[in-house]
């Protein structure tokens, strides 16, 4: 069972910076894609920043020039670098990861969420 743990949330003033780690334990040798996601309060989960299956990056516009995912060489812990924040940022902010399944479906794969609060 792969299980997503994420840590490094907090409070921070605008313009501060903070990064937030996610820890991925079980079968991970065959994730396709693994990106972080945020939720604010009232709000849609949108796409933060992530590596496609081909291990390029992508990011919302939002955050570019901000935000900066990165992972280890082990590929088992996945990094989101941020600077500059804005009370805009301030959401529940979660790790992703999916695989291929049996009969051509998707699996995706969460973690609990950590809280990311930007003061103005």
């Known amino acids: 069972q792969v299980q997503l743990v994420e840590s490094g949330g907090g409070l921070v003033q605008a313009g501060g910076s903070l990064r937030l780690s996610c820890t991925a334990s079980?079968?991970?040798?065959?994730?396709?894609?693994i990106a972080w996601y945020r939720q604010a309060s009232g709000k849609q989960r949108e796409l933060v920043a992530g590596?496609?299956?081909?291990?390029?990056?992508n990011y919302a516009d939002s955050v570019k020039g901000r935000f900066t995912i990165s992972r280890d060489n082990a590929k088992t812990t996945v990094y989101l670098q941020m600077t500059s924040l804005k009370p805009e940022d301030t959401a529940v902010y979660y790790c992703?990861?999916?695989?291929?399944?049996?009969?051509?479906?998707?699996?995706?794969?969460w973690g609990q969420g950590t809280q990311v609060t930007v003061s103005s």
């Open positions: 992703k990861a999916d695989r291929l399944g049996p009969w051509g479906t998707v699996l995706d794969y």
């Open positions: 079980g079968s991970t040798s065959r994730f396709r894609t």
């Open positions: 590596f496609n299956s081909g291990g390029n990056t």
